[in-house]
């Protein structure tokens, strides 16, 4: 399908037969241990495992694939190995020991871990026949021919010492302090020190309750911890030598240039208080509930430098972040006797995440802007994964408020016609900028909350889990046909929506509306159409389209009988066959064919998964 209203020659049937790709992975695991029982309250245990996986990646794109036709290119692909290899031993010293109303458990470990990754990668276009694919780069224009191989390794080294403590099972103790060393920070950084210690007391014991018929258990608890971050990749603490061409005026020249690294580059810590309690009544539902506060200090982050030095940005530690928030779970049997049961849960979580500090005073950073209206900023009192854009006035629907919006934003709205969307000015300069947008939230929803309901009916049985998230702002159509399958602000990729573009004609990309966008757009004959008119100008992604996103998604509904007892075969104890029903049933307030994020790339996948499960 090419023709002048489209962007770009679209065949998704044709693509797809013209296009191979083949993944193939082999993965072992293997693991090993010996235990010895030292004394009669001492254990040792060594643990040694390994993890190998080989990936194999090919994909080709013949010449007769839409765009390549319509371009007169000829076939692209490329062919990927890559291998992991992951060894780890644990050492793990146990005493046990008991006396009177006393329980006392201490564990040391000393555990280390290396990691070891290898790949080749070829590429090329311009093949010179299909037959073959990309399996002989040979036949590939020779300048388009690229090869890359990389080797890495990281080290990772835990002391861990752990006490637990038990009286009368009433009150509850819990101390560990832990030292881990990684190869990935500055060589007088390397090691980071995380203690933690918890408290618990179970109410249910004392003899105020004990012989309560109501409440059954109670249980309150808190705890206070440091964990570490060490999510860096390799090397980044290394100034390290890269390959480039460069010419000295008269011919091209192979050299080497250093990147810039960082030897001060240390752990990140997050230290977190935990208070929270868990809830039995009538023996039959339990209650629990967590209210914590996440503090975030030396964040590992990408900070811009004076270009004067030579580089744009160096890995550093900076800044503070906050997250603050509670989790509820409530569940039970609501009914249960000899033939029929009945029960249900649900949880919900709330979460909410600031900056606190970057750097050096500043208050914003800017990270990327993307052509279609989105950007990723980093500022003070927001949070980390927010994103931007402009805030939507609504639709130009009157002559009246054509000419005023005119008035406002000359220097934007000069050609504006009725059916196009207004924005906010909001420094008041007369046009519309990066300097008008507004936060639209966070990708992660401020609200998590799931739903789980079992019945059980003689031998029948059904069960429906169920998740959602609430208010959200998504980066969906932060990427276009040309910038497909490279990574965005928060490493999402291939996060295209053609629907977004399509439907509101993004960016004046020209895309063929669906049908739900025709009865949505304005026009004369639809006067409360919500939606850009057909061929609108300077429509950008904005709050309207990005913002307080939510869903829900029926995960699962699992059917299940148990044909024993008609079979009435005695070696046969239960024959129970499963029908799953996988992500058929979801609500989204957004369009998309992902009720997550509306991405057209990853669309959901409904499955239906049928199963057997004997015992004899």
């Known amino acids: 399908m090419h023709n002048t209203y489209m962007l770009y020659p679209w065949n998704p049937v044709l693509d797809m037969n013209e296009t191979t790709t083949r993944f193939t992975t082999n993965r072992f695991l293997g693991s090993l241990f010996a235990e010895m029982q030292l004394t009669k309250d ?79 990668n070829l590429s090329g276009s311009g093949f010179e026949n299909d037959q073959t694919g990309a399996w002989s780069m040979g036949l590939a224009d020779k300048s388009s021919v690229s090869w890359a191989t990389n080797k890495y390794s990281n080290k990772l080294i835990s002391f861990t010492g752990r006490v637990s403590y038990v009286y009368d099972d009433k009150y509850l103790l819990t101390a560990t302090s832990r030292w881990d060393g990684s190869s990935r920070f500055g060589a007088n950084s390397k090691w980071g020190y995380f203690p933690s210690v918890g408290l618990g007391w179970r109410l249910s014991q004392e003899s105020f309750l004990k012989a309560n018929k109501v409440i059954t258990n109670l249980k309150i608890r808190s705890s206070f911890g440091i964990t570490g971050n060490q999510e860096i990749g390799n090397y980044k603490s290394l100034a390290q030598l890269t390959g480039s061409n460069y010419t000295d005026g ?66 550093s530690n900076i800044g503070k972040v906050t997250n603050k928030g509670w989790e509820l779970s409530v569940g039970g049997t609501i009914i249960q006797n000899k033939d029929f049961n009945l029960y249900a849960s649900a949880n919900i979580t709330y979460n909410q995440n600031k900056i606190k500090e970057l750097y050096g005073g500043v208050d914003e950073v800017s990270v990327r802007y993307e052509a279609g209206g989105l950007a990723r900023i980093l500022k003070v009192g927001e949070s980390v994964d927010a994103v931007y854009a402009r805030h939507s006035l609504g639709i130009i629907k009157t002559q009246e408020q054509l000419e005023e919006y005119k008035k406002k934003v000359p220097n934007t709205a000069a050609n504006a016609q009725l059916g196009d969307e207004m924005y906010e000015d909001i420094d008041k300069d007369g046009s519309i900028s990066s300097d008008d947008y507004i936060c639209l939230g966070s990708v992660q929803p401020k609200y998590f909350y799931g739903l789980n309901i079992g019945m059980e009916y003689k031998g029948f049985g059904i069960s429906i889990y169920g998740q959602g998230g609430h208010k959200y702002a998504s980066i969906t159509g932060a990427e276009d046909y040309y910038t497909n399958n490279s990574a965005w602000a928060m490493s999402y990729a291939n996060l295209t929506s053609y629907l977004l573009y399509g439907e509101n004609q993004i960016s004046n990309n020209v895309h063929i509306p669906t049908q739900y966008a025709y009865k949505h757009m304005w026009s004369p004959e639809n006067p409360d159409g919500d939606y850009p008119t057909a061929g609108a100008h300077d429509v950008y992604l904005s709050d309207r389209t990005n913002s307080n996103w939510k869903y829900f998604i029926l995960k699962n509904i699992q059917v299940n009988y148990d044909l024993a007892p008609l079979l009435k075969i005695k070696s046969v104890k239960s024959l129970k066959v499963n029908l799953n029903f996988q992500n058929f049933v979801t609500f989204a307030n957004h369009r998309g064919y992902n009720p997550i994020n509306g991405d057209t790339s990853n669309p959901w996948a409904k499955s239906i998964i049928l199963g057997i499960n004997a015992k004899f």
Do not use: C
């Not at 793990?92 to 555990?111: D, G």
């Not at 050299?255 to 208070?275: A, C, H, M, P, V």
């Open 42 to 120: 001492l254990k040792y245990r060594l643990s040694l495992g390994i993890d190998l996986k080989n990936t194999r990646k090919y994909n080709y794109v013949s010449s007769e694939s839409a765009i390549n036709k319509a371009s007169g290119l000829k076939g692209n692909g490329y062919n990927n190995w890559d291998k992991r290899f992951s060894k780890v031993m644990e050492n793990i010293l146990t005493y046990n020991h008991t006396w009177n109303k006393h329980r006392l458990t201490a564990t040391a470990v000393y555990s280390w871990q290396d990691f070891t990754y290898e790949d080749i």
């Open 250 to 315: 008269s011919s091209v020249i192979y050299g080497f240039k250093e990147s810039i690294g960082n030897g001060d580059l240390k752990w990140e810590r997050t230290t977190q208080l935990d208070l929270g309690f868990d809830l039995g009544l009538w023996n039959r539902m339990d209650i629990a509930f967590d209210y914590y506060i996440r503090n975030t200090n030396d964040l590992l982050y990408d900070v811009p430098i004076p270009s004067t030095s030579g580089y744009s940005r160096i890995l």
